[in-house]
């Protein structure tokens, strides 16, 4: 964490609308220190397609290293069409979340006013606690005979005690936060038990465990084809959803489209013990289709610099960046919808907001 009040921020623009929307989220942030009484000290690391093409260099060691001595990295999107897919995404995005331990993947999912949706005449609030470095993402496996009829290619889930443990204790941690909140105070084991018995009966079992020193939290268990449907039809039924990291992976993503979209979709990668610093990023592409057009959704950037400031303990700035956005979603709702104010406008309202102006400066309704 940072010394005093002052925190130091590694910030990787990264492609496409990444540097677009991560200005977006700084400028925000910004205004949350000066609201709120706390400095930002913030450094920019080339780091991304461009770098790669220029230099063959994905994330040097040396640069790796000195990320480590921040208190946090805030990451805008990773992938351009220029560079072979995964050598961006494995070599930035999975070599920081395996090299700095960020173990567990936090993602709300929440309906905000004026936003069109699936579930905007229902609601949504929960969050998906998803394993961030096992299972099927561990890169256990390999293929025989390649190109060959009798080709054979194995994927294996990879599923330690450890971290389930870890996992599961955020969880029910965060359900009796919630709670405490006058949230349900809920947790629900999603995986698939009843057909992969071996890891399904690992995480039933630190689940039950876990789950004894948190007396006052709701437990259930429930299959991840049952929990996707439910998130469809009810998704009341969830407060706090504990998953592995492939389930988890594609309950967050549907759970985004039910709330408008993955431009609203923050998440958190989290190094629990404190050792290295934590991760914050929009779970949206790099969309390189519309980079540099104005048109890049920034709400999931501003969330994730909110989720930022509440693990640095900066809880009330997170809280009113969270109010600043509905505000400013509101707003546009009332002047046109989507699609009626920029980026950099968006960016604005909801900056604007946060400090209690009455109009949103540059930010207006261009429809």
């Known amino acids: ?9 590694a910030v990787i623009p990264g492609d496409g609308i990444g540097p677009e929307v991560v200005a977006e989220g700084l400028k925000v942030g910004s205004a949350a220190a000066e609201c709120c009484g706390f400095e930002l000290r913030v450094d920019l690391f080339d780091l991304g397609a461009e770098r790669y093409l220029r230099s063959g260099e994905v994330l040097p060691r040396t640069v790796l290293d000195e990320i480590q001595s921040y208190d946090a990295i805030y990451l805008g999107a990773v992938g351009d069409p220029r560079v072979p897919p995964g050598i961006l995404e494995k070599g930035i995005l999975i070599a920081l979340r395996r090299g700095l331990d960020l173990s567990v993947n936090v993602r709300p999912v929440r309906t905000f006013p004026g936003v069109r949706s699936p579930l905007a005449d229902r609601g949504a609030d929960l969050v998906v606690v998803r394993e961030n470095t096992e299972g099927l993402y561990a890169g256990a496996g390999g293929v025989l005979e390649r190109g060959g009829r009798l080709e054979v290619a194995l994927e294996e889930s990879v599923n330690t005690r450890k971290a389930a ?4 204790r955020y969880a029910f941690a965060l359900a009796e936060k919630r709670k405490k909140q006058g949230k349900p105070g809920k947790v629900t084991l999603v995986h698939k038990a009843n057909v992969l018995t071996h890891a399904g009966r690992l995480w039933e079992e630190v689940f039950a465990e876990v789950g004894e020193a948190f007396p006052g939290v709701e437990k259930e268990y429930m ?4 929990a996707a449907m439910f998130f469809v039809t009810d998704p009341s039924r969830f407060d706090v959803v504990l998953t592995d990291n492939l389930f988890g992976d594609i309950l967050s ?5 039910l709330v408008g979209g993955l431009g609203f ?3 958190a990668n989290l190094n629990l013990e404190g050792v290295y610093p934590s991760l914050f990023e929009p779970v949206h592409g790099s969309a390189p289709d519309i980079a540099g057009t104005g048109k890049a959704n920034p709400i999931a950037a501003i969330l994730s610099f909110a989720l930022l400031l509440e693990h640095m303990g900066e809880e009330g700035a997170a809280m009113r960046i969270e109010e600043a956005c509905r505000q400013a979603l509101s707003r546009m709702a009332e002047g046109g919808g989507a699609g009626t104010w920029t980026t950099a406008e968006m960016g604005d309202a909801v900056a604007s907001a946060l400090r209690g102006a009455e109009g949103g400066g540059d930010a207006h309704n261009r429809g």
């Open 253 to 257: 993503d549907l759970g985004a489209g």
């Open 1 to 9: 964490m940072g010394s005093g009040r002052s925190y130091r921020v």
């Open 165 to 168: 443990e870890r996992c599961a």
């Open 265 to 267: 979709a923050p998440s």
């Open 223 to 226: 299959h991840v084809d049952a």
